[in-house]
Every structure is written in C-alpha cells, then in structure tokens.
C-alpha cells in the first residue's frame, strides 16, 4: 500500500471501533502516526494488543462530551508530540427514533450535545497543535443526514446538519493559516449502529427488520451497503497531500442517496 500518509500525525476521536477504527488502521498502514480516544473500555483493550500500539499507535479513554477530560487528553497528546498534521473529529450517537412531538428533551438535548459540542471541544484544543503542520487538515464526520435530512431523527439530523455549517465557517477561518476543513457525509454503513437504527425503525412503526433493511439499501443509487474503509480511504485522501486545495466541502460518500426515508 503507498505510504501516502508517512508520518502525518492524525487525531482521531471515537477511534476504537467503527468508522474511526476503520480509518485508523487505513492511515496506520499508509504510514500514518495515530492518536485515538475512546470511552468505550472494552474496545480499547482489544488495542493493546496491535502490533504498533506505542509505536505508532497510542490510545486513550477519553469522553468526547466531557471537556474536561477532552482537555486532558490533548494535555497527554502535547507530551506525545509539538504538532498534529490532522483532526477527524469521528464522534456521534445516533439518538432517539420518533417523531418530533413525541421526542424526549433530553434525548434530543442529549443527541445535539455529544455530535456537536464533541467537535467543538476537540477542535478548539486541536487547532493550535494543526497551525503547526504546513499542510493541516479537520474532516468533521456529518452523514446523508445532514444533507436531506431524516424522518423519525430529527435530533441527529438537527447535529449533522449543524456540522456542515462548523466546517464552512472553519474552512473559512483557518484558510489562511493553510488548514483544510471538509465534511464527510457517510451513506447507510453497514454495521452494528445501523443495526440499532434498524430496530428502533422497525420497533416504532410495526414494519418488520427486514423490511426497513432492505428500504436503506435502496436508498442509494448503487443500492449497496457502504463499508467503514469506504469512509477511511476518504478521510485518507483528505489528509494527504493529494488534497491540498480541497476546503469547505461536502463529501458524500454515499452510493448516490436519492433519499432519506
């Protein structure tokens, strides 16, 4: 595999499992040095074990809707390195399926504060290590979501759609300082969260798994699952060098979804 990314140095929050366990072993292997955080425990053990943990690979358990605990994280990143090449901020909760009116207020306050406030805190803390690199790069991780929005998910489309602004305005800001902000909007990954969304789907309106399965794949155009290393090699694209003069954009990488149901 070209060694797209040697040694760019890559933050990654919500790493341990998923979309941002699959970018970081994408990155690993494309020469990249990771530093994820987790607060999923049980993940983090599986880490231990990889062959490049404290090598290139460091892990941590962190909160990401904690600032406290985000703030000591990066105090543990700036003993580990002066500088980051880039962020992906990974971190997200699906939250609550219903229709509005009959939302939780604390599910839905609940939902907005881990997928937006998350990358807030990282960002903020992350952007003085990334003036650094003469070539930085922040991919905020949205969805379809964000873009078309989502019946019976008002909650979580309300915080994906709010990331597409943060990385417009970011992109904006940091331009100057030659840091490159996107949004990557991912389709219906094929997972153990879209299994939870599955259910909760079914659960709500009596339609069976199978069904409502079947429905999201047909969303696409190509009308095929997207995989977590299908969001990986993006991100990795996005951090290289390859990139440099993509900002403030919006990356579906989605099968062409025609719509959100």
């Given at each position: 595999?070209?060694k797209?990314?040697?040694?760019?140095k890559?933050i990654?929050?919500?790493?341990a499992?998923?979309?941002g366990?699959?970018?970081?072993?994408?990155c690993?292997?494309?020469?990249?040095?990771i530093?994820?955080c987790?607060?999923?425990?049980?993940?983090?053990?599986?880490?231990?074990k990889?062959?490049?943990k404290?090598k290139?690979?460091?892990?941590?358990?962190?909160?990401a809707?904690?600032?406290s605990?985000?703030?000591?994280f990066?105090k543990k990143?700036?003993n580990?390195?002066?500088?980051i090449?880039?962020?992906?901020?990974?971190v997200?909760?699906?939250g609550?399926?219903?229709?509005?009116?009959?939302?939780?207020?604390?599910d839905?306050?609940n939902?907005l504060h881990?997928d937006?406030?998350?990358?807030?805190?990282?960002?903020k803390?992350?952007?003085?290590?990334?003036?650094?690199s003469k070539?930085?790069?922040i991919?905020n991780i949205?969805?379809?979501?964000g873009?078309?929005?989502?019946?019976?998910?008002?909650p979580?489309?309300?915080?994906?759609?709010?990331?597409?602004g943060?990385?417009?305005?970011?992109a904006?800001?940091?331009?100057?300082?030659?840091?490159r902000?996107?949004?990557v909007?991912?389709?219906?990954?094929?997972?153990?969260?879209?299994?939870?969304?599955?259910?909760?789907?079914?659960?709500?309106?009596?339609?069976s798994?199978?069904v409502?399965?079947?429905d999201f794949?047909?969303?696409?155009?190509?009308?095929?699952?997207?995989l977590e290393?299908?969001?990986?090699?993006?991100?990795?694209?996005?951090?290289?060098?390859?990139?440099s003069?993509?900002s403030g954009?919006?990356?579906?990488?989605?099968g062409h979804t025609?719509r959100?149901?």
């Open positions: 595999m070209t797209i990314l040697t040694n760019k890559i990654i929050s919500a790493g499992s998923g979309i366990w699959a970018t970081a072993k994408i690993l292997a494309r020469g990249a040095y530093y994820l987790d607060n999923d425990e049980k993940s983090l053990r599986k880490l231990n990889h062959p490049l404290n290139r690979l460091f892990t941590y358990s962190c909160d809707s904690n600032e605990q985000v703030s000591d990066f990143i700036k580990k390195t002066k500088k090449d880039a962020l992906i901020n990974n997200g909760v699906s609550p399926t219903g229709s509005i009116e009959q939302l939780n207020s604390k839905w306050e939902t881990v937006v406030n998350s990358h807030f805190y990282f960002t803390r992350a952007i003085p290590l990334i003036k650094k070539n930085g790069s991919i949205s969805s379809t979501a873009i078309l929005g989502f019946p019976l998910r008002s979580y489309a309300a915080s994906k759609w709010a990331i597409i943060i990385t417009k305005t970011l904006m800001e940091l331009g100057k300082f030659n840091i902000v996107n949004a909007c991912p389709g219906t990954i094929k997972g153990d969260r879209m299994k939870r969304v599955i259910k909760d789907k079914a659960k709500f309106t009596k339609i798994q199978k409502i399965e079947k794949i047909s969303m696409s155009s190509m009308k095929k699952w997207i290393e299908d969001i990986g090699k993006m991100c990795s694209f996005l951090i290289s060098d390859d990139s003069k993509v954009q919006v990356i579906s990488v989605d025609e959100n149901n």
